[in-house]
């Protein structure tokens, strides 16, 4: 395993200036920039998870999983690198880690960049959002009001790590109860 993914973040709570851990955030991959008239993969969109460090940051996103004895907080179906043909649903539950080993994991964030790359050589751009899940929840535990229930940022990925001129994409964001901000980090 390397030392980070492909697509990387880390939130920054503005109040005092210190990093954000323990909030839950979703990755997802929405759709590939097709041609006219390429019809979009089936099986997007496809999202992964992870809850940022003691550092604000995230730097491995995990593959929802299922398994017949998971939580209930546990995604209701598995979503594959994307593939043109492959019918399946997109998780909309809260993320959380399969419950046994017998779990099934999702495609990696590497696989779908990979993935992308090789299905679309001559197209390979695709908009992702990231979204922070638990945004008023975590400042109410601090006995602070938010606006934000949760944030999204959507951003475009060209390329991918197979790619000549590949960069690393890094998405910082500054967090307020009031209010945030991002930018493509490095």
């Known amino acids: 395993m390397t030392d980070r993914d492909p697509i990387t973040c880390h939130v920054l709570n503005t109040i005092n200036g210190t990093p954000a851990p323990g909030l ?16 979009q993969p089936a099986n997007l969109p496809v999202t992964l998870h992870a809850a940022t460090d003691a550092d604000g940051r995230i730097k491995h996103w ?10 209930t907080s546990s995604p209701t179906s598995t979503t594959s690198p994307p593939t043109t043909g492959t019918a399946t649903t997109s998780p909309t ?6 419950t046994t080993a017998a779990a099934t994991a999702g495609p990696s964030i590497r696989s779908l960049l990979a993935s992308i790359h090789e299905q679309h050589s001559g197209q390979q751009r695709s908009i992702w959002s990231l979204r922070i ?7 109410a535990e601090q006995g602070v009001e938010s606006f934000w229930p949760e944030v999204e940022v959507r951003f475009l990925v060209k390329g991918s790590e197979r790619w000549d001129g590949w960069r690393h994409y890094h998405v910082p964001v500054l967090l307020g109860p009031w209010n945030y901000g991002t930018y493509r980090g490095s």
């Open 93 to 98: 539950t809260t993320p959380s880690a399969p």
């Open 133 to 139: 899940r638990n945004v008023g929840e975590w400042y």
């Open 62 to 71: 995990l593959p929802y999983s299922t398994s017949s004895s998971a939580s």
């Open 24 to 39: 839950a955030c979703t990755l997802t991959l929405h759709s590939i920039l097709l041609p006219p008239g390429v019809p």
